[in-house]
């Protein structure tokens, strides 16, 4: 393959070219960056060094449906690792805003390949499922790490959650992707603020949980129990007391 050598200096706000190396996950990046850097290796895998800065900047994910806002990202390109000395980025809701903050490194295997090892910290940050009616408000402490699809491993503490799908007559057939990130998260909420409020149920509980996903099949561990709550069956209403999921 052809060796590439050279040097990069440049600034602006089309993107698109960045867009082609993004993972599965994130749905496009826009914002004002500029890259300082020389660059040797090959197209399918190139080695930078020098520095790169993103401000404000909005990245769109695939599953959720509020963006990243306001996002400031300062790097520096070290040969085949990209270090993110810095970047945050504030995420909305109606009148709440959440702040989520990034650091670590991201080494360049190939072009959409990279082995992770970040550290990513939330407080309030509000987020609503793209494909779920699906709301949570949590804080939490995450790493991401591994070669693509990393891993997320960490502790999520949520002040609220809301469920809103119904629920399904059928059992879900299992779906297999191998490029969706893989997941080990405990989600503590031992004084309620679950809720679950469909058509058959609406009820408050407190939840220790151990949410897993492995090639995009999700799997939990733990329990849960209602606070308080109404079940409805047909024509009749009924009152819960307490019981355990």
């Given at each position: 393959?052809?060796?590439?050598?050279?040097?990069?200096?440049?600034?602006?706000?089309?993107?698109?070219?960045?867009?082609?190396?993004?993972?599965?996950?994130?749905?496009?990046?826009?914002?004002?960056?500029?890259?300082?850097?020389?660059?040797?290796?090959?197209?399918?895998?190139p080695q930078f060094s020098g520095e790169a800065s993103l401000t404000h900047g909005t990245i769109k994910t695939?599953?959720?449906?509020?963006?990243?806002?306001?996002?400031?990202?300062?790097?520096?390109?070290?040969?085949?690792?990209?270090?993110?000395?810095?970047?945050?980025?504030?995420?909305?809701?109606?009148k709440l805003a959440g702040r989520i903050d990034v650091k670590g490194t991201m080494r360049i295997g190939s072009i959409k390949s990279f082995d992770y090892d970040l550290q990513v910290t939330g407080r309030g940050v509000p987020a609503r499922m793209e494909f779920k009616d699906f709301y949570v408000l949590a804080d939490f402490d995450l790493s991401v790490s591994g070669p693509t699809p990393p891993k997320v491993v960490g502790q999520v503490r949520p002040q609220r959650?809301?469920?809103?799908?119904?629920?399904?007559?059928?059992?879900?057939?299992?779906?297999?992707?191998?490029?969706?990130?893989?997941?080990?998260?405990?989600?503590?909420?031992?004084?309620?603020?679950?809720?679950?409020?469909n058509d058959q149920l609406d009820a408050e509980l407190s939840a220790n949980l151990r949410l897993l996903r492995e090639r995009g099949q999700p799997s939990y561990l733990g329990g849960a129990e209602f606070i308080r709550g109404r079940v409805y069956l047909f024509d009749k209403t009924g009152r819960i007391e307490r019981g355990v999921l």
């Open positions: 393959l052809d060796q590439v050598t050279g040097r990069l200096e440049v600034s602006g706000d089309n993107l698109d070219p960045i867009n082609r190396f993004l993972p599965q996950t994130i749905e496009s990046v826009r914002g004002n960056f500029t890259l300082k850097a020389g660059v040797t290796g090959t197209p399918q895998k695939i599953e959720i449906v509020n963006p990243l806002e306001n996002v400031v990202v300062d790097v520096a390109l070290r040969h085949d690792t990209v270090v993110v000395r810095s970047a945050s980025a504030v995420v909305r809701d109606k959650v809301e469920d809103r799908e119904p629920f399904s007559e059928s059992e879900a057939r299992p779906v297999y992707d191998a490029s969706l990130w893989d997941w080990d998260i405990a989600i503590e909420m031992p004084s309620g603020g679950y809720f679950i409020k």
